[in-house]
């Protein structure tokens, strides 16, 4: 069954850290950008982060940088999102997807996730 599975969510305090796994099943992650997307209640869907599909770049949006980091496993079919201090704002579904995304997180998935659930709460 060809998916994309999102994995590491959870709930964390302000300040704290959780990495987010993106696993694919039944195709070549290798094959493809990836990109990272969130989108909390009653807002908009919005990009976080992108890799080329062989991590030649990446590119985060602006409120991330410096605290999230991605990264990607070719051998292990993943892409990672290691998230540090983290904030309330930040709380929000995740998704992953692969496809077509150029150096700006422009593009398409092919693939998408289901989402894990970011919950950052004291």
């Known amino acids: 069954q060809v998916q994309l599975v999102e994995s590491g969510g959870g709930l964390v305090q302000p300040g704290g850290s959780l990495r987010l796994s993106c696993a694919a099943h039944g195709f070549t992650l290798g094959y493809y950008a990836v990109a990272w997307f969130r989108q909390a209640p009653g807002k908009e869907r919005e990009g976080v982060s992108c890799i080329s599909s062989t991590a030649a770049w990446s590119n985060y949006e602006d409120s991330v940088k410096g605290r999230f980091a991605i990264s990607r496993d070719n051998a292990k079919n993943t892409v990672y999102l290691q998230m540090n201090s983290l904030k309330s704002e930040d709380t929000a579904v995740y998704y992953c997807?692969?496809?077509?995304?150029?150096?700006?997180?422009?593009?398409?998935?092919?693939?998408w996730g289901q989402g894990t659930q970011v919950t950052v709460s004291s």
């Open positions: 997807a692969a496809g077509n995304f150029d150096n700006n997180c422009s593009g398409y998935g092919d693939y």
